[in-house]
Every structure is written in structure tokens, then in C-alpha cells.
């Protein structure tokens, strides 16, 4: 049997994060694009449930380091989600200080500290920071007053943070006006810090991150019911990887086109919870064994994004959806879609004002699988 990806179907609940529905009558006027170009990473919800993923060894080094993804529960993906995956969902790592602060309307004060402009410079090694281009002249004041810089203190102490033997407050941006147009990748060690450890990131739009891109031609279709516990799904499955099926314990929504697309009637998509298929390649893919939920993967990131059903109940007749990403490195490879961003949108068979938007010319033959 020839095997498809439905890789162009794209939920427009993203607009969760800012509270906002799509309903079909508002659909045509009311783009998925303007949707999701108003969310950003700081507006995601908290998780309900904590998250704890711990990176294997093989993989640790293409993470910069990340041992592990932990999060709390009550605590934002901004607060605990690393860098390095946003990194490669949205290319978060290409932005300069001086971009964010232009991208959320901001000016930079001249005068402001490093401790101020730029206090994720404290977090990283002494060494690592003047490994990165240009970065080895930046003045600093030690712990004892001594004014030298950072590529001195690295030549005795490229180990320590640069905040245990510096103080970021005693330096100025026109002291070192440079470090406003460096790209946040450039320096080691950031993968493992968080969003929101960086100034202004986190209210970066997410339309204006580097890695952010929206297909063209967007037509829609929504719930139209649920049912668990099914045996032996096989017709108008829309699972990717391949696997256009499910055998047992099947949870699953149906959809009906709203805008065209009559083909798609009946479509189902298979709920993470009772379906997790094979994911990632290279070395990071040894993450999470391998596996990812069923659901439906979107390329609207550089990493691409994956919106999966859960909590799916045929007796209220609701589902909730969650978006899922993952990390990709140069020759390692990319993990499964495994790290949950939470949306904890509910979509209802009563409810049919939440669209699913799918783009694409051969979606009939992604989802009418012999």
C-alpha cells in the first residue's frame, strides 16, 4: 500500500492563546494567519499536569547540554520549556536583542545595563561567552572592582558563570553596543535556558520569529463527532507516519468540511491517547524511545509543529487539542514530536464553531487510503 503524510492539515486553535474562536461564518474573514500571528510564546497557558522528559546521553549535545525538560505543573512553557526547542520551532535562536526589542515596538536604552538588557548573560559559562564571536573584548567589572574583560576572565575561570565573577550592572549597552546585534544561537549554553530568561522573546509575536511560515490556499472543516473505544479504523484515517490505521482502543474525532473540500467528509483523525507511532531520526530520535502521539503534523514552523486529539469523550461529545513540537539538530538528526505545548482548547460535536483549516492538492489521496 502506498503510504502518505498528511502533512497540511493545520488546527487554528493556536488562537487559544489569545481566547479567541474561529466560527465558520467568521472563517473567510478572519484568516488562521492573522489568528496565529497575535499569539506568542509568553501567551501560552501554564501545563495542568507536569511534564519531565529526560535527554539521553547521545542526545544531550545537540540540545546545548539539556539534560532534561522539566515542568511543573501551573508552570508556563515559557518559564520551562528550553530554548533549543524553540529554537527549532520557530528559529527563536536567529533573533538579536536589538530584533526583539524592534519587533515589540521597543526602544534600547543606551544607557541600560547588561544586567538589565541582557541578564541571561549571567547564567552562561565565562568561557563559552568569549568563544562567541566578538565577545572576548566586552568590558567587565570582577567581583573585587577589577575593570577587564571577559576574554581575561575566561583564561582563569572559563568554567564559572559569568555572573558568579562578574557584575553586569558596572556595564553599559554603549559600553559594548555590540552585543545587541549578536544572534542569540551564537552563544553556547543559551539552548538550555528559557523563553522568558530573555528580555522581551516571550512577546515577540509569533509571526515575527524567524522560522514562522503559513502555507496559501486554506480551506476548513470541523468536528463533527467522537467515539472511543473503536475496533479496526481503517477508512478516511488521517494519522501521519505513515500509519493510516488504528486496531484497537481507537479514540477519534470525525470532521465535515466547512469551506469545500466535500471529499473530506468523515475524515477522522486518530487521538494521541490511544495511538503513538513512530517518530524522529538520527540520534535524537532515542528520545522518548522513539515514539510520538498520533495527530497530524503542520509546517508552519522551521521544525514544524503537531496538533494531536486528546481527552477525547463520546459522552459530552468534546475533544481537547494540544500542540506538539520537537528538536532538530544539524547531523543528529530531530527527536519525535513529543514536548506538549498545552492549548487546552475543548472542541465539541455541539460546538461547530472551532475550524480546522487544510491546505494541499492531493488531501484526497492522503486520506482515502486503500
Known amino acids: ?31 488562521i494567519e492573522s489568528t496565529l500571528g497575535n499569539s506568542s510564546i509568553g501567551s501560552m497557558p501554564a501545563y495542568a499536569n507536569s511534564l519531565r522528559v529526560n535527554v539521553p546521553p547521545e542526545a544531550q549535545s545537540s540540545m546545548g547540554g539539556v539534560t532534561s525538560i522539566n515542568c511543573p505543573a501551573g508552570v508556563a512553557p515559557a518559564s520551562c520549556v528550553p530554548m533549543s526547542i524553540w529554537n527549532t520551532t520557530f528559529a527563536a535562536g536567529e533573533l538579536t536583542p536589538a530584533q526583539i526589542a524592534t519587533k515589540n515596538g521597543t526602544t534600547v536604552n543606551p544607557n541600560s545595563s547588561l544586567a538589565k538588557a541582557t541578564p541571561w548573560l549571567s547564567r552562561l559559562k565565562v568561557g563559552d ?4 564571536l566578538g565577545m572576548a573584548q566586552m568590558p567587565v567589572t570582577t567581583a573585587n572592582g577589577t575593570r577587564t574583560t571577559v576574554g581575561n576572565l575566561a583564561a ?6 559569568l555572573g558568579s565573577v562578574a ?12 552585543i545587541q546585534n549578536i544572534q542569540l544561537k551564537q552563544f553556547p549554553g543559551i539552548s ?61 474525532g470525525e470532521f465535515r468540511a466547512v469551506l469545500g473540500l466535500p471529499y473530506l467528509n468523515g475524515a477522522r483523525i486518530i487521538s494521541g491517547d490511544s495511538q503513538s507511532v513512530p517518530g524522529g531520526y538520527g540520534a535524537l530520535a532515542l528520545m522518548n524511545g522513539g515514539r510520538e502521539p498520533a495527530g497530524v503534523v503542520a509546517d ?9 486529539l486528546t481527552d477525547v469523550n463520546a459522552k459530552k461529545g468534546t475533544a481537547l487539542i494540544h500542540m506538539n513540537t520537537r528538536v532538530c539538530a544539524w ?25 480546522i ?13 486503500p
Open 331 to 355: 547531523l543528529a538528526g530531530c527527536s519525535p514530536y513529543f514536548i506538549p505545548i498545552p492549548l487546552y482548547l475543548t472542541i465539541s460535536e455541539r460546538d461547530r464553531g472551532i475550524a
Open 156 to 161: 582563569t575561570n572559563p568554567n564559572a558563570t
Open 300 to 308: 508552519i514552523g522551521s521544525g514544524g509543529v503537531k496538533f494531536i
Open 192 to 252: 538550555s535556558l528559557t523563553a522568558n530568561t530573555i528580555p522581551g522573546l516571550s512577546e515577540v509575536l509569533i509571526s515575527k520569529m524567524p522560522g514562522y511560515s503559513y502555507p496559501v490556499g486554506v480551506a476548513a472543516i470541523r468536528l463533527d463527532l467522537v467515539r472511543t473505544r473503536e475496533r479496526n479504523i481503517r477508512h478516511m484515517v488521517i494519522s501521519d507516519n505513515g500509519v493510516h490505521k488504528c486496531n484497537s482502543n481507537c479514540d477519534y
Open 129 to 132: 561567552i568569549a568563544a562567541t
Open 167 to 178: 557584575d553586569l550592572r558596572k556595564t553599559s549597552i554603549a559600553q559594548f553596543p555590540q
Open 357 to 369: 483549516p487544510v491546505v494541499g492538492a492531493s488531501i484526497f489521496r492522503q486520506v482515502r487510503m
Open 1 to 31: 500500500m502506498t503510504r502518505f503524510k498528511f502533512r497540511y492539515l493545520i488546527l487554528s486553535v493556536i488562537g487559544v492563546c489569545l481566547n479567541s474562536n474561529i466560527h465558520p461564518a467568521q472563517a473567510q474573514t478572519r484568516t
